[in-house]
């Protein structure tokens, strides 16, 4: 059975995994926009969502707990700038827009993830 089972796992082991999606979720704060494949941006798209409802609360605890999970520079600019953007919107923080590219070396769907 494949009950409670949640997330891709993109080909790689649980560690390299976790720094993956870590490093894309910190280009994503970073940037604002990112250029990646469908899959990669599907399941970047929750994770970055629970981040931006984590740095809505605005206390310490929260600025405490994005810096244990993202790189400093990108946990700061999530809680002072992106964050409150959004105080009054109740989630759907990041939009995909699919396009019509394929990878050239493995056909994967491209995918532009950007904030709302």
């Known amino acids: ?3 409670q089972v949640k997330g891709r796992k993109f ?3 649980t560690g390299k995994r976790r720094a993956f999606i870590k490093g894309l979720e910190a280009n994503l704060i970073m940037k604002g ?3 990646t494949t469908e899959a ?3 399941e970047l798209k929750w994770k970055v969502d629970k981040l931006i409802t984590l740095g809505k609360k605005q206390n310490l605890h929260s600025l405490r707990l994005l810096t244990s999970r ?4 990108a946990a700061m600019k999530l809680y ?3 964050a409150p953007k959004y105080a009054e919107r109740h989630g ?3 939009r995909i827009i699919k396009t019509a590219k394929f990878r050239k070396r493995d056909g994967a769907r491209v995918a532009v993830i950007e904030f709302v």
């Open 40 to 42: 990669r941006a599907k």
């Open 80 to 82: 002072h700038e992106i």
């Open 33 to 35: 926009k990112i250029l």
């Open 11 to 13: 080909h790689r082991t």
């Open 92 to 94: 759907g923080y990041t």
């Open 1 to 3: 059975m494949h009950h």
């Open 70 to 73: 993202i790189p400093k520079s």
